[in-house]
């Protein structure tokens, strides 16, 4: 079962509000640790903090930065704090009941695009327009190392990075994937890339990691998701977006898989032109069949679209999963019209 629990788009807003919205485009959104937030950040610089638990609560607005931020990440041992980055290079620490900045790093040069922390949120990465991944201890706030091709014939990125994601199995595993069409490999404890993926052209955060596999959804008209097998480096099938189709008139900006790890797994994809989101079922797929069938097979037990919502008109740009019990979860959704939208899936 799947329906909308909330929204806050422009229509939510009194008219001297919509003729000054305190947000624009919602690039990022994420739900905190408890399931009672959710915190979003936008194209015109603003945060916004939503109840889920009442849903009659005003948002907590603030203002943070005179460019986008282009990315939140909540710290979920610390509960009530947030990161943030800018596009013009600043990560800030927040704490969410206040507003207040806890403390301010800044990248220089560097066009932010994208962060994520830790499973152990003790450290955390960066990723921008001067294709180096930088990671940092959250305690301390400062640099532990940065991580960029030494020479051109070195494995790397060429074009700005997108998106960056720690494996949740291995907080020594990072991967970043950007405009350049490559997914790279890194090995945090030797500061260096040790591997790289030809593939998706990535713009946004459409790159994620369970277990052996990599989700990722690419900006383009044709084979825009894609999973790879982690321990081969290799792609292991193409989704369709929809059942019998290859091509569709979706450029994607957002992959992710779900919370819920018992009885098959779900994964979610966003973009824009359709306008919309699609969820997917992965429950039954078998990545070793794939890898073994022969030219022309048939692909077996293929992940398959299960829904997409119709009232949604604006891209999609941000997905989130937060798990509510053995069966039950919340997806969030950050939307062009500046909309946070959620919705409750039972399994």
Known sequence: LYYPCFSYPKTSLSILEQENPPYGECFSCQINDNGSSIVAAYSNGYINIFSIADKNKRATTFKASDTPITCVKWNKNLKTTFLSAASDGTICHWHSSTGKILHQLKENGNHLNCLDYTNDYRKFASGGSDVI???YDEGMKTKITEMKPLKFEEPGHTSRIFTVKFNPENSNMLISGGWDKTIQIYDVRQSQICSSIFGPQICGDSLDIDGSYILSGSWGIEKQISIYDLRMLKQICSVKWE??????????YSAKFDA??????LFAVGGVNQNLFRLFDMNGFNSMLLNNLEEGETIPNMPYPLFGPKEMNSACY???????GTKREYMACGCGDGGVRLYTIEK
């Open 133 to 135: 991944i930088r990671v």
């Open 243 to 252: 059942n019998g189709s290859d091509y569709y008139n979706t450029y994607i």
């Open 260 to 265: 819920i790890k018992e009885g098959g797994k």
């Open 318 to 324: 941000s997905l989130d999963f937060y798990k509510l």
